[in-house]
């Protein structure tokens, strides 16, 4: 298993350019989510997944878009990217029944100028 | 929403020492994980404990749920244990079962010097 994976690693944009972070988990996991960490601070959910189909906004969603077309992808979409949205952004899977013990992924780091 | 609260912020340590780090939060929850996130700011997930305790090697780890706390212990620390230690829960009012949807605290900074 790789687990859960994300790409890029690393991003510059501009402010106003649009973007999409790949994430992706071959655990089967039914849950997904989208979390960006701060510097200094620990991590805030911006949107989940309880499956195909079914997303729904976290703490932090404004600015992002998220769908969920199959079980194994979870994209988080920038449409007009700000500098507030430099971050480092972490997707994480978990099983719909049982602990609901969370994966993460190694994580995109994000720069807007 | 719930809130989490992790003491204290910054932890100084002589490779060997041992060490106690407290995780205080304001609602019942259904998931309550500890990670360890290196230096190379990947995410670890050190235990995965809503009540009881578990233990891993030199780390373990307990949760009064009842009075709404929980400790990671460190034991003969090494320097690969730096890093920060964030503490996440879920709210058991998030929606019923665990969605996964986890509220962190503002980590501790554990440094070890050899």
């Known amino acids: 298993n790789a687990g859960v994976t994300q790409t890029p690693k690393f991003q510059v944009l501009k402010t106003g350019q649009s973007m999409t972070l790949q994430c992706a988990q071959d655990?089967?996991?039914?849950?997904m989510s989208w979390y960006r960490q701060d510097p200094g601070m620990g991590l805030r959910l911006i949107h989940y997944?309880?499956?195909?189909?079914?997303?729904d906004q976290g703490e932090v969603p404004n600015g992002y878009n998220v769908s969920r077309s199959t079980t194994e992808d979870f994209p988080l979409r920038l449409l007009s990217a700000a500098p507030s949205q430099t971050s480092v952004y972490f997707c994480?899977?978990?099983?719909?029944?049982?602990?609901?013990?969370?994966?993460f992924g190694p994580g995109t780091r994000l720069t807007v100028l | 929403g719930i809130q989490v609260e992790q003491s204290p912020p910054d932890l100084i340590l002589q490779e060997g020492a041992n060490s106690t780090l407290r995780c205080n939060f304001s609602?019942?929850?259904?998931?309550l994980q500890w990670f360890h996130q290196n230096p190379w700011g990947q995410l670890i997930n050190l235990f995965y404990?809503?009540?009881g305790t578990k233990q891993n090697g030199r780390l373990s780890a307990t949760t009064v749920a009842t009075e709404r706390y929980s400790l990671l212990y460190i034991s003969s620390s090494q320097t690969t244990d730096s890093g920060v230690y964030f503490c996440?829960?879920?709210?058991?009012?998030?929606?019923?079962?665990?969605?996964?949807?986890?509220?962190f605290g503002q980590g501790t900074i554990l440094t070890v010097h050899p």
């Open positions: 609602d019942s929850v259904n998931n």
């Open positions: 655990m089967n996991h039914e849950y």
């Open positions: 404990i809503p009540s």
């Open positions: 994480a899977s978990s099983y719909s029944t049982g602990t609901g013990e969370q994966f």
């Open positions: 997944s309880v499956g195909a189909g079914i997303t």
């Open positions: 996440a829960v879920e709210s058991i009012y998030s929606g019923g079962t665990s969605y996964g949807k986890l509220t």
